[in-house]
């Protein structure tokens, strides 16, 4: 047996506070909790302030393609596109990138050493919104997925070309 983690949502219990944001991006700075930057985080809170509609949603998994299949949802009457509460890392806007790379970021649930009973977020959501659950998973096999260091190289591959990430690789190889 496999654990799946998760990370539930309660959008009724959302405040929209944002701790959630800033607890994640102290925990993944380098050094750990040395700056508090928001657009690090790996979680987001989406809101509409007027109609005090708070919407957290969690990084998932790299896509290297724009999605086509936009789907609407209609929360208390207001109607939103599935892309506006995606949490993949796509072509198609800046979310849940590294600000000064470029790179996908992915929710890791707070992996560490030692580790964490819950992710941070989860710890700090004050009004509950956010819970943290283990179930046991009967392990299928997995298909297979770029490595995020493949993942990462692409990237910046594409943002700076091939000639340009061999050469600072050579650098920092020599350096």
């Given at each position: 047996?496999?654990k799946?983690?998760?990370i539930?949502?309660n959008?009724d219990?959302?405040t929209?506070?944002r701790a959630?944001e800033?607890?994640c991006?102290?925990?993944h700075?380098?050094?750990?909790c040395s700056?508090?930057?928001p657009a690090?985080?790996?979680i987001r809170?989406?809101?509409?302030?007027?109609?005090?509609?708070?919407?957290?949603?969690?990084a998932?998994?790299?896509?290297?393609?724009?999605?086509?299949g936009r789907q609407v949802?209609?929360?208390?009457g207001?109607?939103?596109?599935?892309?506006?509460?995606?949490?993949?890392s796509?072509p198609?806007?800046?979310?849940?990138?590294?600000?000064?790379s470029?790179l996908?970021l992915k929710?890791?649930?707070?992996?560490?050493v030692?580790?964490?009973?819950?992710p941070?977020?989860?710890?700090?959501?004050?009004?509950g919104?956010?819970?943290?659950?283990e179930r046991?998973?009967?392990?299928?096999?997995?298909?297979?997925?770029p490595?995020?260091?493949e993942?990462a190289?692409?990237?910046l591959v594409?943002?700076?070309?091939?000639?340009?990430?061999?050469?600072?690789l050579?650098?920092?190889?020599?350096g």
């Amino acid at each position: 047996m496999k654990k799946d983690k998760v990370i539930k949502v309660n959008t009724d219990k959302c405040t929209g506070c944002r701790a959630c944001e800033m607890a994640c991006s102290a925990f993944h700075a380098i050094p750990k909790c040395s700056i508090v930057n928001p657009a690090r985080s790996r979680i987001r809170v989406f809101r509409n302030e007027l109609a005090n509609e708070y919407v957290p949603v969690y990084a998932s998994d790299y896509t290297p393609a724009q999605c086509n299949g936009r789907q609407v949802h209609t929360i208390s009457g207001k109607e939103y596109t599935l892309c506006t509460f995606c949490g993949a890392s796509c072509p198609s806007r800046d979310i849940f990138k590294e600000p000064d790379s470029n790179l996908p970021l992915k929710c890791d649930m707070c992996e560490s050493v030692p580790p964490l009973e819950k992710p941070m977020c989860v710890q700090v959501c004050e009004p509950g919104c956010l819970t943290y659950e283990e179930r046991d998973v009967e392990e299928e096999p997995e298909e297979e997925k770029p490595e995020e260091t493949e993942i990462a190289l692409e990237t910046l591959v594409r943002k700076h070309g091939l000639k340009k990430v061999q050469e600072t690789l050579s650098q920092i190889q020599n350096g």
